[in-house]
């Protein structure tokens, strides 16, 4: 695989997506996409490991045949309600005039020194800001002259168990992983712009099995969450309700489904097709009464991460909905109206190229991890001035530091084997 080639696996509840595309001066340039349906995974986590490397082998196939190349290292993106994150804080002395490189990274290093239960890992620690004699929002204190020198961090970790699975799944699938990115910092790194960055937003990244979240203030992640509720459950309401199978019940969802029963016509009607081979003729209002209540709840939990993480007050910006479930009709209105915030939908931008489908929410955590695939290629990429802020102290920093995801791969505990970016409160 040539190196200007970057591949991202978006391993989710309802599909597997692999996005190939190639890194030049102009940006990121997709050249294929494949996606398969995800039978083996179940909020982020691997209940079947022979299914879920079969949605891995069908989606990678699709891509390689699309885009006409061979793939053997992917950039992959990961999510779980098994993931947490905490804030930390540590602080060290100046040895010289200056703060120097090893004096930032002995302030992370006190920042890092707490207890990890043992069946969990490090993922990754994420600086949010740095303190140098009191005086507090500095980015990289290096260069800066001062005697102490505070690291404020957001410390990510997972069941050790529930990536190694994962990962187990990508090697047996034939490929090798570069990277693992938390799926909404990827989506992020996709739909966010930089003013949205800078001035406060929270993201929410719709899955089939999870709600991701992350608030982003002053190109930093403060707060990262994973619900347990996602599009698959409003499949699974319309389902029970209607007595159907879970294929018809998605369809029905995505060609009449709205979040507000009050958007449908009263004399519209459906025909849904039974399980036991019956069908029936029904009034489209009945399937939005049925997503109605799971749609508040879902908006409800949002809430309360929001009010977690302060967002209230900080988040300028809003609410952006990325996802497949985003895009449920009617769903980014009853948000705003029932947050009180502005809210958008989010779909991946500067993205080049003829796959007009990545320019989707339901893809934007796979073009996400393109484009941060790209970052890691020495700025190459056009989009990477967005994205770059976000990633590059964790990336540059800790890999030097303590090695790459092998760590993981291997089971070994350390206080920075981490791939990339992750998290939940």
Not at 136 to 163: F, N, Q, Y
Not at 343 to 360: C, E, F, L, S
Request: some cysteine.
């Amino acid at each position: 695989m040539s190196a200007n080639l970057i591949v991202g696996l978006d391993i989710g509840t309802s599909k597997v997506c692999a996005v190939a595309a190639e890194l030049n001066d102009r940006g990121v340039n997709v050249l294929g996409v494949g996606e398969a349906p995800s039978n083996g995974i179940r909020k982020g986590i691997v209940i079947n490991m022979d299914a879920t490397i079969d949605s891995i082998k069908k989606a990678v196939a699709d891509a390689e045949t699309s885009a006409g190349i061979r793939i053997k290292s992917v950039t992959a993106g990961l999510s779980g309600v098994h993931i947490n994150g905490l804030d930390s804080y540590g602080a060290v002395g100046i040895r010289g005039k200056e703060v120097r490189p090893s004096d930032r990274e002995r302030a992370i290093e006190s920042a890092k020194a707490i207890y990890i239960p043992l069946d969990r890992e490090v993922l990754h620690v994420i600086p949010t800001e740095f303190i140098l004699d009191g005086q507090e929002g500095i980015i990289d204190p290096v260069g800066m002259a001062g005697v102490r020198l505070e690291a404020k961090v957001h410390i990510i970790t997972c069941i050790a168990s529930s990536v190694q699975n994962l990962m187990k799944c990508c090697e047996k699938a034939g490929l090798d992983v570069g990277d693992i990115v938390f799926a909404p910092v990827a989506s992020a790194g996709a739909t966010l712009s930089r003013d949205e960055m800078e001035c406060g937003v929270v993201l929410a990244d719709i899955g089939g099995g999870t709600t991701d979240m992350v608030f982003i203030k002053g190109g930093a992640v403060r707060h990262a969450s994973v619900l347990g509720v996602g599009g698959a459950h409003v499949t699974n309401d319309i389902a029970v309700g209607l007595r159907i199978n879970v294929q018809e019940a998605e369809k029905l969802k995505r060609s009449y489904g709205a979040a507000y029963a009050g958007m449908v016509n009263d004399k519209d009607e459906v025909q849904i097709n039974q399980t036991g081979g019956n069908t029936k003729t029904i009034p489209a209002k009945y399937i939005s009464e049925i997503i109605q209540p799971r749609s508040e709840e879902m908006i409800d939990m949002m809430k309360e991460e929001i009010k977690k993480c302060y967002g209230y007050e900080l988040a300028t910006c809003g609410l952006v909905l990325t996802g497949g479930a985003s895009l449920l009709k009617g769903f980014d209105k009853m948000a705003e109206s029932l947050l009180g915030l502005p809210v958008r939908i989010g779909q991946p931008v500067n993205i080049k190229g003829q796959m007009a489908a990545v320019k989707n929410p339901a893809y934007s955590t796979g073009a996400g991890l393109v484009t941060y695939g790209g970052d890691a290629s020495a700025g190459r990429v056009s989009h990477a001035d967005v994205f770059a802020d976000l990633v590059a102290g964790v990336k540059g920093w800790f890999r030097g530091a303590f090695g790459n995801n092998s760590q993981i791969q291997q089971n070994k505990r350390t206080e920075g084997g981490m791939v990339c970016l992750k998290s939940k409160k």
